[in-house]
């Protein structure tokens, strides 16, 4: 079955940095896209970033600038490189894949990033 294992989250303080990282496993090497998103509470859970098989990267526009998804497709892995963290950004950040056909969506079991002094 598919799994999806977040790991990097912490406590920083603002200006500081993270590096997000969610290894995938179960899934075949068809094309699929891995993306992150946050939810605190009483908030909707909202895009962060997202990466494709063919190279495409999308961005939410809070994050631009700040923010660098990449991938390790040999190592089944996406990262989410986090600079110039804000509180704004403090969030339960959870790994995506979609994948298959028809396509299916799985979910990590997300991970706590904490920005403040």
């Known amino acids: 079955q598919v799994q999806l294992l977040e790991s990097g989250g912490g406590l920083v303080q603002p200006g500081g940095s993270l ?11 068809g094309y ?4 992150w998103h946050r939810q605190t509470p009483g908030a909707q ?9 063919r190279g495409s990267t999308r961005y939410a526009d809070s994050v631009k600038g700040r923010f660098s998804i ?16 804000k509180p704004e950004d403090t969030a339960v950040y959870y790994c995506k ?3 298959g056909f028809p396509p299916s969506e799985y979910w990590g079991q997300g991970t706590q990033v904490t920005v403040s002094s």
């Open 19 to 29: 590096r997000l990282s969610c290894a995938a496993s179960g899934n075949d090497d």
């Open 32 to 35: 699929n896209v891995m993306g």
């Open 45 to 53: 859970r909202e895009l962060v970033a997202t990466s494709t098989s």
């Open 70 to 85: 990449s991938r390790d497709n040999a190592k089944n892995t996406v990262f989410l490189q986090m600079n110039s963290l």
């Open 97 to 99: 894949l979609i994948t």
